[in-house]
Nanobody, 122 residues
Framework: QVQLVESGGGLVQPGGSLRLSCAAS????????MGWYRQAPGQQRESVAV???????NYADSVKGRFTISRDNAKNTVYLQMNSLQIEDTAVYYC????????????????WGQGTQVTVSS
């Protein structure tokens, strides 16, 4: 019904930057919240940043001041600009979209992307 495709991960040195993108497509009536989550080896998936349809964003304390989430509603796309990357930011990053489907306007469904690896290493 809905597909989320992420891009932009890779290997970067500490202090470097990366920009992640996630584009949603399919039977979308509208998208409410969109967000980025990450999961490091042996750890639980955690929320990194979430943005609602109006542009209000919330961040995990560990990334405040370094990461910026944004979205293009016309393109159903969410971005994560990551600056001053640290080794501790190494993880698989997933995007999630809270979607109202065409023909089901009174319900919201969560869809996840496949994940993109971010590795911060010297």
């Amino acid at each position: 019904q809905v597909q989320l495709v992420e891009s932009g991960g890779g290997l970067v040195q500490p202090g470097g930057s990366l920009r992640l993108s996630c584009a949603a497509s399919g039977s979308i009536f509208r998208i409410a919240a969109m967000g980025w989550y990450r999961q490091a080896p042996g750890q639980q998936r955690e929320s990194v940043a979430v943005i609602n349809s109006g542009g209000s964003a919330n961040y995990a304390d560990s990334v405040k001041g370094r990461f910026t989430i944004s979205r293009d509603n016309a393109k159903n796309t969410v971005y994560l600009q990551m600056n001053s990357l640290q080794i501790e930011d190494t993880a698989v990053y997933y995007c999630k979209a809270e979607v109202v489907l065409v023909g089901r306007r009174f319900e919201k469904y969560d869809f996840w992307g496949q994940g993109t690896q971010v590795t911060v290493s010297s």
